[in-house]
C-alpha cells in the first residue's frame, strides 16, 4: 500500500476520532434553548455563556478558574439560590456550562462536567464570536 495513501487514512482517522470525541464531550441532555429573561440577558448580536454551578462543586471552580484565566466573561447561576431555574432547565447535575446565543436564546454548546483541553477554548471562541 502506498505511504502516503496509508498516512491519509491514519490522519482521517485521528479526525474522526477528535470529532467524535468532542461530540461527546458535549453534554446531551442541556436545554436546546434558553429564554434570555431568565437570565437577565437582552437580545442582542453575540452570545453568553452560563455557567450552572453548586456549593463544594470541584468541577464547577474549575471552570470557573479556567473561564476567568481566559478572560472570557460569563454569568453564574448557583442553583441553591435559583432552584426554579435548575428545574426549568432540566440541571440534573453541575457544572452545566451553556453558550447561548443573545439574538435567539439557542444554546450553541453546552458542557456537564469538568473541562478538558479545548473545551474552554470552544465556549470562549463561541461568546467572542
Not at 436545554?31 to 463544594?56: H, K, M, Q, W
Request: with cysteine; hydrophobic share 50%; glycine share 6%.
Amino acid at each position: 500500500m502506498d505511504r502516503w495513501l496509508l498516512a491519509g487514512i491514519v490522519v482521517a482517522i485521528v479526525f474522526a476520532a477528535w470529532g467524535a470525541s468532542r461530540w461527546l464531550r458535549e453534554t446531551q441532555d442541556a436545554p436546546d434553548r434558553v429564554d434570555l429573561e431568565d437570565f437577565g440577558l437582552e437580545r442582542v448580536p453575540g452570545n453568553a455563556a452560563v455557567i450552572f454551578t453548586s456549593p463544594y462543586c470541584l468541577a464547577c471552580g474549575a471552570w470557573v478558574e479556567a473561564l476567568d484565566a481566559a478572560d472570557t466573561p460569563y454569568l453564574r447561576i448557583d442553583v441553591k439560590e435559583r432552584p426554579d431555574l435548575a428545574r426549568r432547565y432540566r440541571v440534573r447535575q453541575t457544572p452545566l456550562v451553556l453558550a447561548v446565543r443573545r439574538d435567539s436564546g439557542e444554546v450553541a454548546a453546552a458542557y456537564d462536567s469538568a473541562p478538558e483541553a479545548g473545551d474552554v477554548a470552544h465556549v470562549s471562541a463561541l461568546v467572542a464570536a
